[in-house]
Antibody, heavy 122, light 110 residues
Framework: EVHLVESGGGLVQPGGSLRLSCAAS????????MDWVRQAPGKGLEWVGR??????????EYAASVKGRFTISRDDSKKSVYLQMNSLKTEDTAVYYC?????????????WGQGTLVTVSS | QSVLTQPPSTSGTPGQRVTISCSGS????????VYWYQQFPGTAPKLLIY???QRPSGVPDRFSGSKSGTSASLAISGLRSEDEADYYC???????????FGGGTKLTVL
């Protein structure tokens, strides 16, 4: 069974940094793209970015709102994907979800973690 | 301001059929698949529809998706009280090189 568990959220001051982790289990991690999606309190969903799989050279892609500030990395040996967030802004306050597609042919984000809350505030 | 446009809210009575629209452009819906998600308060979104009109296993056939040009729709037939939730459409955007979502539609079952 696919299982995704995010961790690392918390309170951070504007301009600060935070690293989120997503531990995966139940599948061959290196075969899959891993996406991060966030949701600000009371707001809609926003795609943050993704790490492609081993076959696609682990290429990363980002939303314009976080490009240059956030970095996605992964460690296949630990079956984990990470979101390094630097130069945080108050508008980055959100629940951050790690997701995986139901299959690599569909790219449909069908597996989601429970989310971890990041609060950027002074 | 979301790239994909959805009505903020809609409502229906039990047993009724409701539709939720999602409007985009040629760089997203017009040239890529559409996905639909259901979200209850305090929980992670759930995939309802992928590739415009495909249902993952376990999703009732009361939920259906369609796409025409640069717009898409989610239809829910035989509305039930447990369908009361937020619904989001999504697609890949070629111009932005990223996934984009609609702003979400809150469905109320009266």
């Amino acid at each position: 069974e696919v299982h995704l568990v995010e961790s690392g959220g918390g309170l951070v001051q504007p301009g600060g940094s935070l690293r989120l982790s997503c531990a995966a289990s139940g599948f061959i991690f290196s075969d899959h793209y891993m996406d991060w999606v966030r949701q600000a309190p009371g707001k809609g969903l926003e795609w943050v970015g993704r790490s492609k799989n081993k076959a696609d050279s682990y290429t990363t892609e980002y939303a314009a709102s976080v490009k240059g500030r956030f970095t996605i990395s992964r460690d296949d040996s630990k079956k984990s994907v990470y979101l390094q967030m630097n130069s945080l802004k108050t508008e980055d306050t959100a629940v951050y979800y790690c997701t995986r597609a139901i299959s690599e042919t569909t790219r449909a984000m069908g597996y989601w973690g429970q989310g971890t809350l990041v609060t950027v505030s002074s | 301001q979301s790239v994909l446009t959805q009505p903020p809210s809609t409502s229906g009575t039990p047993g009724q059929r409701v539709t939720i629209s999602c409007s985009g452009s040629s760089s997203n819906i017009g040239n890529n698949y559409v996905y639909w998600y259901q979200q209850f308060p305090g929980t992670a979104p759930k995939l309802l529809i992928y590739r415009n009109n495909q249902r993952p296993s376990g999703v009732p056939d009361r939920f259906s998706g369609s796409k025409s040009g640069t717009s898409a729709s989610l239809a829910i037939s035989g509305l039930r009280s447990e369908d009361e939730a937020d619904y989001y459409c999504a697609a890949w955007d070629d111009s932005l090189s990223g996934r984009v979502f609609g702003g979400g539609t809150k469905l109320t079952v009266l």
